[in-house]
């Protein structure tokens, strides 16, 4: 498979090869959205923690003697039916909601977004992706001439580029990573997927051996 290399100014400059078996993968809905799902679970953190009766402090004394007072029995003060008391069935911190998904799975996942998004003509592969100096204002301007700012793109580099990264994290619906951390969730949570040829090469020798 072939595709349009544009430079920095969003002119083709040639064409680079895509490999099939990463970027021509048929679609499998129920195996995307099971890897969606559990990459959304796995994220998932419980930071609300109650109490339920045997963690409340107090209550170890028997409020009032079984009969004869004309009251209902109770034996704690720390009964969820008591104001202070426990709480049923409320969220705690031991809630866990990781899925475990194997590593073939989830790659045939990234596999199908990124054939997807190659039959939508939503990449863009630039034949560099490098600026002088940090700064948003320039990394803006190669949006601009790209058409990036039209909707949300995820920029992804082959290596570590401090001054493209300093540059772009403060433009709107933008997100920047690294080929060899990619994922299915990522891909699908931004429209266009941008990323130097180089890129390719690290993208199909993490994940495709």
Do not use: C
Request: positive net charge.
């Amino acid at each position: 498979m072939k595709i349009d290399v544009l430079n920095q100014e969003g002119k083709v400059v040639g064409q680079t090869l895509l490999p099939k078996e990463v970027f021509s993968v048929p679609m499998n809905s129920d195996l995307l959205n099971q890897v969606v799902n559990s990459q959304i679970a796995n994220r998932r953190q419980m930071t609300a923690d109650t109490k339920d009766r045997s963690e409340v402090r107090g209550g170890g004394r028997k409020p009032w003697r079984q009969k004869g007072t004309g009251r209902a029995r109770h034996g704690s003060i720390r009964s969820p039916l008591w104001k202070g008391g426990g709480v049923t069935f409320g969220p705690t911190t031991k809630r866990v909601f990781y899925k475990k998904i194997p590593k073939k799975i989830k790659r045939k996942a990234l596999f199908i977004v990124l054939s997807a998004k190659t039959r939508d003509n939503l990449i863009l592969v630039l034949e560099d992706l490098k600026i002088e100096k940090i700064k948003t204002k320039t990394m803006a301007e190669i949006f601009k001439k790209l058409f990036l700012d039209k909707g949300s793109s995820l920029i992804v580099l082959a290596e570590k580029d401090d001054k493209v990264i300093k540059s772009a994290r403060n433009i709107a619906k933008t997100k920047i990573m690294m080929a060899k951390d990619l994922n299915a969730l990522a891909l699908l949570s931004y429209k266009y997927l941008v990323m130097p040829k180089e890129a390719i090469k690290v993208i199909r020798e993490t994940f495709n051996g």
